[in-house]
């Protein structure tokens, strides 16, 4: 508890000092730049203070149910805005953005009045890992996340049995909306969430994965795994141009990209009359698109999934990777790119 006292005392600092900050320093014809460059300092204090007084709210504090979605806004909100403030970007709407939150921020000073989380009804272990309910899981959703973590022990238990220790907290959505689980590097601890079932296991994999990535390979095959991935970059725009020539896609009346299905609901001489489909969650809307263009991302995204094991795996080296061992556990990793990774990490 010594370290959520600490913790506790800089974010109420921090919070303060922003606040203060915005209440004295600024003036109502200054720009977003100005407003970045007279409080830079408190802004980049309160993001250092806050993230890891949120975590240390997760790992020690029970959250009452009457304050856990406010609770689940405010440290979505900090965490989105710091993303922005770690990379140095002059913020938008700074100054709006906090006056709407702070009545959340200062709910987070009240978790010093909250109990400890109970460690028995919350805390399940599972080979060398505890998972924790941070978020009130009922006992069968628990359940469910216990047999996804075992599960997972199981399937990196030949391979990758050096990741197969530590914390799993069950939280709510505090990353983007998509964001179903992430690794916490400078912790080493793994966040997850129930956000879509199916994937559960596959998202937990590749959350491990991040940790092996960064603590159990080599600057060597980091570098030659860069090197492959760059080299099935180089190869798309030709797959695109290729699936192009021989896919006839006017022909085709549902298009997916992902979490989208495209509807072909009519087609003139240049234009496409679609519905588009989120599958999550069943949510439509109608658009109009021009047709050369629309057919050119198709076959893009088709190359993309080609050549990676998803769209994500194609953001950078290491998503790739963890994408890639998460499938390879799994089966569902094709010849071409099984060879390249058994090769490159001497699995």
């Known amino acids: 508890m010594r370290k959520f006292a600490k913790n506790a005392a800089e974010f109420q600092a921090a919070?303060?000092?922003?606040?203060?900050?915005?209440?004295?320093?600024?003036k109502?014809?200054?720009t977003d730049w100005w407003i970045a460059y007279h409080i830079r300092n408190e802004y980049s204090d309160f993001f250092r203070a806050a993230?890891?007084?949120?975590?240390?709210?997760?790992?020690?504090?029970?959250?009452?149910?009457?304050?856990?979605?406010?609770?689940?806004?405010?440290?979505?909100?900090?965490n989105q805005k710091a993303r922005g403030a770690n990379a140095s970007r002059t913020p938008k709407g700074l100054v709006s953005w906090f006056n709407k939150n702070l009545p959340k921020f200062q709910l987070l000073l009240a978790?010093?009045?909250w109990p400890a989380r109970n460690t028995t009804s919350d805390l399940i272990k599972v080979?060398?890992?505890?998972?924790?309910?941070?978020?009130?899981?009922?006992a069968e959703e628990f359940k469910f996340v216990s047999s996804i973590v075992e599960q997972a022990s199981q399937l990196l238990s030949s391979k990758f049995a050096s990741?197969?220790?530590?914390?799993?907290?069950?939280?709510?959505?505090?990353?983007?909306?998509?964001?179903?689980?992430?690794?916490?590097?400078?912790?080493?601890?793994?966040?997850?969430?129930?956000?879509?079932?199916?994937?559960?296991?596959?998202?937990?994999?590749?959350?491990?994965?991040?940790?092996?990535?960064?603590?159990?390979?080599?600057?060597?095959?980091?570098?030659?795994?860069?090197?492959?991935?760059?080299?099935?970059?180089?190869?798309?725009?030709?797959?695109?141009?290729?699936?192009?020539?021989?896919?006839d896609l006017k022909n085709e009346t549902?298009?997916?990209?992902?979490?989208?299905?495209?509807?072909?609901?009519?087609?003139?001489?240049?234009?496409?009359?679609?519905?588009?489909?989120?599958?999550?969650?069943?949510?439509?809307?109608?658009?109009?698109?021009?047709?050369?263009s629309f057919f050119t991302i198709v076959a893009r995204?088709?190359?993309?999934?080609?050549?990676?094991?998803?769209?994500?795996?194609?953001?950078?080296?290491?998503?790739?990777f963890c994408d890639s061992v998460a499938d390879f556990v799994l089966n569902k990793l094709n010849q071409e790119q099984q060879e390249a990774l058994t090769t490159i990490f001497n699995l």
């Open 15 to 26: 919070l303060y000092a922003l606040n203060t900050a915005i209440t004295t320093k600024l």
């Open 28 to 30: 109502p014809e200054m």
């Open 51 to 78: 993230l890891p007084y949120m975590r240390t709210i997760l790992e020690e504090k029970q959250i009452p149910q009457q304050d856990a979605k406010a609770i689940e806004i405010a440290m979505r909100e900090i």
């Open 111 to 113: 978790a010093d009045q």
């Open 127 to 138: 080979g060398n890992f505890s998972v924790h309910n941070t978020v009130g899981l009922s």
């Open 163 to 247: 990741v197969l220790y530590g914390d799993v907290y069950v939280v709510g959505q505090l990353q983007d909306r998509n964001a179903a689980a992430w690794y916490e590097y400078k912790s080493d601890k793994v966040y997850i969430r129930l956000y879509d079932r199916s994937r559960a296991l596959h998202d937990l994999l590749h959350e491990l994965s991040h940790r092996y990535y960064r603590k159990f390979t080599d600057a060597h095959a980091q570098r030659a795994w860069q090197t492959y991935h760059m080299r099935l970059h180089a190869r798309m725009p030709a797959m695109a141009v290729q699936l192009l020539r021989e896919t």
């Open 254 to 292: 549902h298009l997916e990209f992902g979490d989208d299905v495209y509807i072909v609901k009519s087609q003139a001489e240049s234009l496409l009359t679609l519905t588009k489909m989120k599958k999550s969650t069943g949510k439509t809307k109608e658009m109009i698109v021009d047709k050369s």
């Open 301 to 320: 995204y088709r190359a993309t999934t080609a050549l990676f094991t998803s769209q994500y795996a194609s953001t950078n080296p290491e998503e790739h």
